[in-house]
Protein backbone atom coordinates (compact mmCIF):
# COMPACT_ATOMS: atom_id res chain seq x y z
CA UNK A 1 0.00 0.00 0.00
CA UNK A 2 1.69 3.26 -0.89
CA UNK A 3 1.94 6.27 1.33
CA UNK A 4 -0.78 8.54 -0.07
CA UNK A 5 -3.14 5.41 0.37
CA UNK A 6 -2.77 6.00 4.28
CA UNK A 7 -3.87 9.28 3.57
CA UNK A 8 -7.13 10.87 3.06
CA UNK A 9 -8.41 14.11 2.86
CA UNK A 10 -11.91 15.30 3.00
CA UNK A 11 -13.29 18.94 2.33
CA UNK A 12 -16.81 19.89 4.10
CA UNK A 13 -19.15 22.22 5.19
CA UNK A 14 -19.28 23.37 8.72
CA UNK A 15 -22.74 24.54 8.85
CA UNK A 16 -22.64 24.87 13.11
CA UNK A 17 -19.89 27.62 12.06
CA UNK A 18 -21.90 29.63 9.43
CA UNK A 19 -21.08 33.15 9.37
CA UNK A 20 -24.63 34.33 7.24
CA UNK A 21 -27.75 32.89 6.02
CA UNK A 22 -25.97 32.46 2.86
CA UNK A 23 -22.19 30.85 3.56
CA UNK A 24 -20.73 28.41 5.54
CA UNK A 25 -17.13 27.81 6.09
CA UNK A 26 -15.42 25.19 4.39
CA UNK A 27 -13.23 22.60 7.13
CA UNK A 28 -10.49 20.22 5.50
CA UNK A 29 -9.94 16.89 7.31
CA UNK A 30 -6.84 14.84 7.25
CA UNK A 31 -6.96 11.27 8.18
CA UNK A 32 -3.66 9.32 8.56
CA UNK A 33 -4.37 5.57 9.87
CA UNK A 34 -7.98 5.57 11.33
CA UNK A 35 -6.68 9.43 13.30
CA UNK A 36 -8.03 12.53 12.29
CA UNK A 37 -6.96 16.44 12.39
CA UNK A 38 -9.37 19.41 11.12
CA UNK A 39 -8.74 22.62 10.36
CA UNK A 40 -10.41 25.43 8.77
CA UNK A 41 -9.33 26.63 5.44
CA UNK A 42 -10.93 30.49 5.24
CA UNK A 43 -12.87 29.66 2.66
CA UNK A 44 -17.10 30.09 2.46
CA UNK A 45 -19.89 29.09 0.26
CA UNK A 46 -23.39 29.18 -0.24
CA UNK A 47 -24.38 25.35 0.45
CA UNK A 48 -26.46 24.89 -2.63
CA UNK A 49 -23.04 25.31 -4.33
CA UNK A 50 -21.79 22.57 -2.52
CA UNK A 51 -21.38 18.89 -3.69
CA UNK A 52 -21.75 17.10 -0.13
CA UNK A 53 -21.12 13.12 -1.92
CA UNK A 54 -18.08 14.41 -3.03
CA UNK A 55 -16.77 17.16 -1.51
CA UNK A 56 -16.55 19.53 -3.86
CA UNK A 57 -18.21 22.84 -5.27
CA UNK A 58 -20.62 22.63 -8.01
CA UNK A 59 -21.01 25.22 -10.80
CA UNK A 60 -19.04 27.27 -13.64
CA UNK A 61 -18.98 30.49 -12.08
CA UNK A 62 -15.64 32.15 -11.96
CA UNK A 63 -15.25 31.98 -8.32
CA UNK A 64 -16.28 28.49 -7.95
CA UNK A 65 -13.63 27.70 -10.06
CA UNK A 66 -11.03 29.70 -8.21
CA UNK A 67 -12.63 27.65 -5.24
CA UNK A 68 -11.69 24.46 -6.97
CA UNK A 69 -7.99 26.08 -7.76
CA UNK A 70 -7.52 26.95 -4.23
CA UNK A 71 -8.95 23.21 -2.85
CA UNK A 72 -6.40 21.36 -4.92
CA UNK A 73 -3.71 23.66 -3.89
CA UNK A 74 -4.95 22.97 -0.21
CA UNK A 75 -4.73 19.30 -1.29
CA UNK A 76 -1.28 19.16 -2.35
CA UNK A 77 0.01 20.99 0.73
CA UNK A 78 -1.26 18.22 2.55
CA UNK A 79 0.68 15.68 0.35
CA UNK A 80 3.82 17.92 0.28
CA UNK A 81 3.55 17.70 4.15
CA UNK A 82 3.53 14.02 4.42
CA UNK A 83 6.55 13.79 2.07
CA UNK A 84 8.60 15.90 4.00
CA UNK A 85 7.77 13.78 7.26
CA UNK A 86 8.64 10.66 5.65
CA UNK A 87 11.87 11.96 4.25
CA UNK A 88 12.90 13.59 7.64
CA UNK A 89 12.07 10.15 8.86
CA UNK A 90 9.96 11.64 11.42
CA UNK A 91 6.57 10.24 12.17
CA UNK A 92 3.53 10.91 9.78
CA UNK A 93 0.44 11.84 11.39
CA UNK A 94 -2.50 13.92 10.80
CA UNK A 95 -1.98 16.44 13.56
CA UNK A 96 1.82 16.58 12.49
CA UNK A 97 0.41 17.08 8.63
CA UNK A 98 -1.93 19.63 9.70
CA UNK A 99 0.55 21.64 11.74
CA UNK A 100 3.02 21.47 8.50
CA UNK A 101 0.11 23.08 6.74
CA UNK A 102 -0.82 25.53 8.73
CA UNK A 103 3.19 26.95 9.02
CA UNK A 104 3.62 25.81 12.61
CA UNK A 105 7.43 25.07 12.69
CA UNK A 106 6.46 21.59 15.49
CA UNK A 107 9.61 20.24 16.85
CA UNK A 108 9.15 16.93 17.49
CA UNK A 109 10.51 15.34 20.88
CA UNK A 110 11.91 11.74 21.65
CA UNK A 111 10.80 10.17 24.81
CA UNK A 112 14.42 9.43 26.43
CA UNK A 113 15.54 12.81 25.28
CA UNK A 114 12.67 13.83 27.95
CA UNK A 115 13.55 11.46 29.78
CA UNK A 116 17.07 12.74 30.31
CA UNK A 117 16.08 16.23 30.67
CA UNK A 118 13.68 15.31 33.29
CA UNK A 119 16.78 13.74 35.00
CA UNK A 120 18.73 16.49 34.76
CA UNK A 121 16.58 18.80 36.24
CA UNK A 122 16.21 16.03 39.22
CA UNK A 123 19.80 16.11 39.56
CA UNK A 124 20.02 20.22 39.92
CA UNK A 125 17.46 19.70 42.89
CA UNK A 126 19.44 17.35 45.20
CA UNK A 127 19.00 17.15 48.25
CA UNK A 128 16.94 20.43 48.69
CA UNK A 129 13.90 18.59 46.67
CA UNK A 130 14.83 15.17 45.55
CA UNK A 131 16.86 12.70 47.07
CA UNK A 132 20.12 10.74 44.95
CA UNK A 133 17.80 7.29 45.36
CA UNK A 134 15.00 8.89 43.70
CA UNK A 135 17.17 9.85 41.00
CA UNK A 136 18.46 6.68 40.68
CA UNK A 137 14.98 4.86 40.44
CA UNK A 138 14.02 7.39 37.35
CA UNK A 139 17.69 6.87 35.78
CA UNK A 140 17.14 2.88 36.20
CA UNK A 141 13.30 3.16 34.60
CA UNK A 142 14.51 5.61 31.66
CA UNK A 143 17.51 2.95 31.32
CA UNK A 144 14.59 -0.56 31.00
CA UNK A 145 12.45 1.52 28.10
CA UNK A 146 15.55 2.42 26.67
CA UNK A 147 16.11 -1.13 26.35
CA UNK A 148 12.34 -2.44 25.79
CA UNK A 149 12.27 0.30 22.82
CA UNK A 150 14.99 -1.65 21.18
CA UNK A 151 13.72 -4.71 21.39
CA UNK A 152 9.93 -3.82 20.70
CA UNK A 153 10.36 -1.67 18.31
CA UNK A 154 14.00 -1.97 17.08
CA UNK A 155 15.29 1.52 16.93
CA UNK A 156 16.84 3.64 19.87
CA UNK A 157 14.05 5.57 20.70
CA UNK A 158 10.08 7.12 19.89
CA UNK A 159 8.23 10.22 19.05
CA UNK A 160 6.86 11.32 21.83
CA UNK A 161 3.65 11.35 18.88
CA UNK A 162 4.32 7.90 18.89
CA UNK A 163 2.80 6.70 22.30
CA UNK A 164 -0.16 5.41 23.27
CA UNK A 165 -2.42 2.93 25.29
CA UNK A 166 -0.68 -0.10 22.97
CA UNK A 167 2.89 1.47 24.27
CA UNK A 168 1.74 1.18 28.10
CA UNK A 169 0.37 -2.18 27.83
CA UNK A 170 3.55 -3.70 26.34
CA UNK A 171 5.83 -2.19 28.59
CA UNK A 172 3.73 -3.19 31.78
CA UNK A 173 3.92 -6.78 30.12
CA UNK A 174 8.07 -6.17 29.29
CA UNK A 175 8.55 -5.26 33.08
CA UNK A 176 7.04 -8.49 34.27
CA UNK A 177 7.71 -11.12 31.55
CA UNK A 178 11.33 -10.00 30.46
CA UNK A 179 12.53 -7.76 33.71
CA UNK A 180 10.35 -9.93 35.82
CA UNK A 181 9.32 -7.46 38.34
CA UNK A 182 6.85 -8.13 40.47
CA UNK A 183 2.95 -6.12 39.80
CA UNK A 184 3.84 -3.51 42.61
CA UNK A 185 7.58 -2.68 41.51
CA UNK A 186 6.04 -2.82 38.18
CA UNK A 187 3.26 -0.13 38.64
CA UNK A 188 6.10 2.10 40.23
CA UNK A 189 8.44 1.80 36.82
CA UNK A 190 5.15 2.63 34.69
CA UNK A 191 4.57 5.52 37.22
CA UNK A 192 7.59 7.25 36.80
CA UNK A 193 7.17 7.30 32.73
CA UNK A 194 3.61 9.08 33.53
CA UNK A 195 5.54 11.99 35.11
CA UNK A 196 7.72 12.07 32.14
CA UNK A 197 4.26 12.39 30.62
CA UNK A 198 3.29 15.06 32.65
CA UNK A 199 5.88 17.28 32.27
CA UNK A 200 5.98 16.32 28.28
CA UNK A 201 2.02 17.69 28.42
CA UNK A 202 2.84 20.73 30.64
CA UNK A 203 5.24 21.64 27.77
CA UNK A 204 3.21 21.42 25.08
CA UNK A 205 5.33 18.43 24.13
CA UNK A 206 2.67 15.73 23.28
CA UNK A 207 -0.91 16.16 21.94
CA UNK A 208 -2.60 13.18 23.44
CA UNK A 209 -2.04 11.51 26.53
CA UNK A 210 -1.43 7.81 26.22
CA UNK A 211 -2.11 6.93 29.82
CA UNK A 212 -6.08 8.49 29.61
CA UNK A 213 -7.36 4.45 29.47
CA UNK A 214 -4.67 2.89 31.83
CA UNK A 215 -4.88 2.23 35.10
CA UNK A 216 -2.40 0.66 37.54
CA UNK A 217 -2.70 0.48 41.37
CA UNK A 218 -0.19 -1.20 43.69
CA UNK A 219 -1.55 -4.20 45.35
CA UNK A 220 -0.88 -4.62 49.36
CA UNK A 221 1.80 -6.41 50.84
CA UNK A 222 2.39 -8.42 53.90
CA UNK A 223 5.19 -6.68 55.99
CA UNK A 224 6.83 -9.64 57.61
CA UNK A 225 8.59 -8.49 61.11
CA UNK A 226 10.01 -10.61 64.20
CA UNK A 227 8.17 -11.92 66.55
CA UNK A 228 9.43 -10.72 70.08
CA UNK A 229 11.05 -14.64 70.52
CA UNK A 230 12.51 -14.69 67.47
CA UNK A 231 14.66 -10.87 67.96
CA UNK A 232 15.97 -12.68 71.36
CA UNK A 233 16.93 -15.69 69.73
CA UNK A 234 18.41 -13.60 66.96
CA UNK A 235 20.45 -11.30 69.63
CA UNK A 236 21.67 -14.41 72.00
CA UNK A 237 22.84 -16.52 69.07
CA UNK A 238 26.45 -17.40 69.53
CA UNK A 239 27.64 -16.81 65.87
CA UNK A 240 31.46 -17.81 65.18
CA UNK A 241 31.68 -16.34 61.74
CA UNK A 242 32.93 -12.47 62.35
CA UNK A 243 31.40 -11.11 59.06
CA UNK A 244 27.85 -12.88 60.04
CA UNK A 245 28.05 -11.84 63.84
CA UNK A 246 29.12 -8.00 62.10
CA UNK A 247 25.80 -8.65 60.07
CA UNK A 248 23.63 -9.98 63.02
CA UNK A 249 24.88 -6.59 65.21
CA UNK A 250 24.34 -3.98 62.44
CA UNK A 251 20.77 -6.08 61.80
CA UNK A 252 19.42 -5.61 65.45
CA UNK A 253 20.15 -2.27 65.59
CA UNK A 254 17.88 -1.68 62.76
CA UNK A 255 15.32 -3.46 64.77
CA UNK A 256 15.82 -1.29 67.74
CA UNK A 257 16.31 2.06 65.86
CA UNK A 258 13.83 1.67 63.09
CA UNK A 259 16.61 2.85 60.07
CA UNK A 260 16.56 1.72 56.70
CA UNK A 261 19.84 0.45 55.27
CA UNK A 262 20.84 3.67 53.90
CA UNK A 263 20.53 6.17 56.98
CA UNK A 264 22.75 2.95 58.69
CA UNK A 265 25.59 3.37 56.57
CA UNK A 266 25.58 7.37 56.39
CA UNK A 267 25.56 7.65 60.29
CA UNK A 268 28.21 9.06 61.95
CA UNK A 269 29.26 10.29 65.68
CA UNK A 270 27.63 13.21 64.78
CA UNK A 271 24.57 12.15 64.27
CA UNK A 272 24.57 11.07 67.85
CA UNK A 273 23.73 13.80 70.36
CA UNK A 274 22.06 14.51 73.50
CA UNK A 275 18.05 15.16 73.72
CA UNK A 276 15.72 16.78 75.06
CA UNK A 277 15.89 14.32 78.02
CA UNK A 278 19.67 14.31 78.46
CA UNK A 279 19.92 10.88 77.06
CA UNK A 280 21.17 10.00 73.72
CA UNK A 281 19.71 10.16 70.40
CA UNK A 282 20.57 10.02 66.68
CA UNK A 283 19.37 13.25 64.87
CA UNK A 284 19.11 12.20 61.20
CA UNK A 285 17.24 13.16 58.26
CA UNK A 286 16.27 9.75 55.88
CA UNK A 287 18.09 9.58 52.48
CA UNK A 288 14.71 8.70 50.86
CA UNK A 289 12.63 11.53 51.58
CA UNK A 290 14.72 14.17 53.52
CA UNK A 291 12.63 13.98 56.17
CA UNK A 292 13.47 14.43 59.51
CA UNK A 293 13.78 11.14 61.63
CA UNK A 294 15.02 11.87 65.55
CA UNK A 295 15.23 8.52 67.75
CA UNK A 296 16.26 8.05 71.14
CA UNK A 297 18.66 4.84 71.61
CA UNK A 298 17.28 1.84 73.48
CA UNK A 299 19.77 -0.04 75.49
CA UNK A 300 20.32 -2.67 72.78
CA UNK A 301 21.00 0.08 70.49
CA UNK A 302 23.70 1.57 72.57
CA UNK A 303 25.59 -1.49 73.28
CA UNK A 304 26.23 -2.26 69.58
CA UNK A 305 27.53 1.20 68.89
CA UNK A 306 29.92 0.94 72.25
CA UNK A 307 31.11 -2.37 70.71
CA UNK A 308 31.94 -0.99 67.82
CA UNK A 309 33.02 2.65 69.21
CA UNK A 310 37.00 1.91 68.72
CA UNK A 311 36.48 -0.63 65.18
CA UNK A 312 39.29 0.20 62.23
CA UNK A 313 36.93 0.19 59.86
CA UNK A 314 34.53 2.75 61.33
CA UNK A 315 37.36 5.04 62.05
CA UNK A 316 38.99 5.14 58.74
CA UNK A 317 35.41 5.72 57.20
CA UNK A 318 34.55 7.71 59.60
CA UNK A 319 31.22 5.37 60.34
CA UNK A 320 29.36 5.08 63.29
CA UNK A 321 29.32 0.96 62.29
CA UNK A 322 30.88 -1.25 59.87
CA UNK A 323 28.22 -1.80 57.21
CA UNK A 324 28.65 -3.63 54.51
CA UNK A 325 26.95 -2.86 50.94
CA UNK A 326 23.23 -3.80 50.95
CA UNK A 327 23.63 -6.53 48.60
CA UNK A 328 26.57 -8.28 50.52
CA UNK A 329 24.22 -7.52 53.92
CA UNK A 330 21.21 -9.12 52.65
CA UNK A 331 23.05 -11.89 51.50
CA UNK A 332 24.55 -12.74 54.48
CA UNK A 333 21.32 -12.22 56.51
CA UNK A 334 19.99 -15.59 54.72
CA UNK A 335 22.86 -17.01 56.24
CA UNK A 336 22.09 -15.97 59.49
CA UNK A 337 18.72 -17.02 58.87
CA UNK A 338 19.36 -20.48 58.13
CA UNK A 339 22.12 -20.61 61.40
CA UNK A 340 19.42 -19.22 63.74
CA UNK A 341 16.49 -21.34 62.45
CA UNK A 342 14.17 -18.27 61.36
CA UNK A 343 11.91 -19.23 58.45
CA UNK A 344 11.60 -15.67 57.69
CA UNK A 345 13.36 -13.89 54.52
CA UNK A 346 15.62 -11.56 56.99
CA UNK A 347 16.41 -8.26 55.32
CA UNK A 348 17.33 -4.96 56.32
CA UNK A 349 13.49 -3.54 55.65
CA UNK A 350 11.92 -6.23 57.87
CA UNK A 351 14.10 -4.86 60.49
CA UNK A 352 12.63 -1.78 60.21
CA UNK A 353 9.05 -3.07 60.16
CA UNK A 354 10.28 -5.34 63.27
CA UNK A 355 10.91 -1.67 65.10
CA UNK A 356 7.30 -0.43 63.32
CA UNK A 357 5.93 -3.64 65.35
CA UNK A 358 7.94 -5.69 68.12
CA UNK A 359 9.71 -3.01 69.32
CA UNK A 360 7.28 -0.02 69.85
CA UNK A 361 3.76 -0.32 68.90
CA UNK A 362 3.43 -3.58 70.46
CA UNK A 363 4.74 -1.94 73.53
CA UNK A 364 2.59 0.88 73.74
CA UNK A 365 4.36 3.40 71.91
CA UNK A 366 1.64 5.56 70.93
CA UNK A 367 1.55 5.88 66.84
CA UNK A 368 2.27 9.31 66.14
CA UNK A 369 5.89 8.52 67.92
CA UNK A 370 6.29 5.67 65.58
CA UNK A 371 5.24 7.90 62.59
CA UNK A 372 7.93 10.61 63.73
CA UNK A 373 10.81 8.22 64.54
CA UNK A 374 10.36 6.41 61.10
CA UNK A 375 10.54 9.63 59.55
CA UNK A 376 6.86 8.78 57.50
CA UNK A 377 5.60 11.98 55.35
CA UNK A 378 2.27 10.94 55.96
CA UNK A 379 0.84 8.85 59.31
CA UNK A 380 -1.16 6.32 56.73
CA UNK A 381 2.17 4.93 55.86
CA UNK A 382 2.42 3.86 59.85
CA UNK A 383 -1.08 2.69 60.03
CA UNK A 384 -0.01 -0.11 57.98
CA UNK A 385 1.78 -1.31 61.04
CA UNK A 386 -0.79 -1.07 63.36
CA UNK A 387 -3.38 -2.93 61.30
CA UNK A 388 -0.64 -5.88 61.44
CA UNK A 389 -0.62 -5.64 64.87
CA UNK A 390 -4.61 -6.01 65.10
CA UNK A 391 -4.57 -8.96 62.86
CA UNK A 392 -2.32 -10.32 65.28
CA UNK A 393 -4.43 -9.69 68.13
CA UNK A 394 -7.51 -10.78 66.42
CA UNK A 395 -6.10 -14.35 65.95
CA UNK A 396 -4.21 -14.82 68.98
CA UNK A 397 -7.73 -13.80 70.57
CA UNK A 398 -9.21 -16.54 68.31
CA UNK A 399 -6.47 -18.69 69.24
CA UNK A 400 -7.67 -18.69 72.98
CA UNK A 401 -11.66 -18.54 72.37
CA UNK A 402 -10.64 -21.65 70.42
CA UNK A 403 -8.52 -23.26 73.68
CA UNK A 404 -10.97 -21.59 76.61
CA UNK A 405 -14.01 -23.34 74.44
CA UNK A 406 -12.28 -26.75 74.26
CA UNK A 407 -11.58 -26.42 77.69
CA UNK A 408 -15.38 -26.09 78.77
CA UNK A 409 -16.21 -29.07 76.59
CA UNK A 410 -13.79 -30.98 78.61
CA UNK A 411 -15.17 -29.61 81.70
CA UNK A 412 -18.66 -30.81 80.90
CA UNK A 413 -17.42 -33.94 79.79
CA UNK A 414 -15.68 -34.65 82.87
CA UNK A 415 -18.48 -33.58 84.88
CA UNK A 416 -21.26 -36.22 83.40
Same mark, same amino acid.
Given at each position: ???????????????????????????????????????????????????????????????????????????????? *?????????????????????????????????????????????????? +???????????????????????? #??????????????????????????????????????????????????????????????????????? @???? $? @????????? @???????????????????????????????????? &?????????????? +??????????? =???? &? $??????? #???????????? +?????????????????????????? =????? *???????????? $?????????????????? *??? &????????? @???????????????????
Amino acid at each position: MSDRQNLAILFYLRRDKQKNDAEVPLYMRITTNGKRAEMAIHRYIDPKHWNNESGVPRGSKNEIKQLNEYLALMRNKVYM *AQKALIEDDKPVTSISIRNIVQGRSEKQHRLLDVFEYHNKLMEEKIPGEY +SPSTLIRFKTTKNHIEDFIKKQYN #TDDLFLSQLNHEFVSNLEHYFKTVRLCNHNSTVKYIKNLKKIINLARKNDWISKDPFVNYTGTTKPVKRDY @LTAD $E @LKTLENKKI @LVPRLAQVRDIFVFSCYTGLAYIDVYNLTWDNIVRG &IDGEKWIFTQREKT +SVKSNIPLLPK =ALEI &I $EKYKNDP #TCNYNHKLLPIL +SNQKMNAYLKEIATLVEINKNLTFHL =ARHTF *ATTVTLTNGVPI $ESVSEMLGHTNIRTTQIY *AKV &IDKKVSQDM @LDLKAKLTLKTKKTKKSST
